[in-house]
Structure formats: C-alpha cells, structure tokens
C-alpha cells in the first residue's frame, strides 16, 4: 500500500530530442540546445553541448539503445548499465494490483502499466 516516485537519474543531451543537439539546431526536430557552454561534458558519445545535467557515471547518459551501433563505440559503452525497480511485495494472502506509470522526460510521452498480482 502507498506510492513512490522517482527521478531517472540519466540525463540526456541537453535538447528535446537527447542526441544531435547543437546551438542552430532545428527546434522543430528538437534538436536546437537549452543553452550552450555552461553544461556538464560528459566522457562518452557525442554530446557537443553537454548534458542536462551530470551524469552519474562515464557513458551514464544519453539514449544508449539508439548511440550505439556505429561499431566505433568502446567497449564501455554497449550496453553496460540498466535502470531497475524493486518493489516490496504484501506478505498477506490476497489479490493485489500493481500500477506502474513512467513519465517520459524527453517528450509528452506517458507510459502507463497495471498488473494483477495474486499471493498464495
């Protein structure tokens, strides 16, 4: 019983879209920078105009699924972080339901997911 909410503690590039930011970027496609010059340089992909805020490790930002695949990448790189949730389950006998809801920081995207949980 009860709720949580959590911030994903990966930025992306500082723009709408998270990758191809610059300063003339296109606003239209989302790639024209918040600002430029005062931004944390992370070690890792492309990011010339920094990050929305500082990574929390090297290679800890960005949208990593869709940086990778140049085959330039170093090793570091691919795929070698996930964000994960633990839950508390009840330890009571019962039907339960478990909602899930993600709001998408880089976009007006809600992701929202329920499930049944029975505990025998």
């Known amino acids: 019983v009860g709720s949580a909410w959590r911030v994903n503690p990966i ?8 990758f191809f930011c610059s300063v003339g970027g296109s606003a239209e496609a989302g790639e ?15 990011c010339p105009t920094g990050t929305a805020f500082q990574p929390p490790f090297d290679y800890g930002y960005g949208q990593q699924l869709w940086n990778l695949g140049s085959g330039t990448e170093p090793p570091e790189a691919m795929n070698t972080w ?5 839950l508390k389950v009840p330890l009571a006998k019962g039907e339960y339901v478990l ?5 998408v920081e ?12 029975t505990i025998v």
Request: charged share 20%; aromatic share 14%; proline share 7%.
């Open 11 to 18: 930025p992306a590039c500082n723009c709408d879209k998270g």
């Open 32 to 46: 024209q920078a918040y600002w430029n010059g005062t931004n944390p340089t992370p070690k890792g992909f492309d």
């Open 82 to 86: 996930v964000i994960v949730d633990h």
């Open 99 to 103: 909602r899930w809801r993600w709001d």
């Open 106 to 117: 880089q976009n007006s995207q809600i992701w929202s997911h329920c499930a049944d949980v």
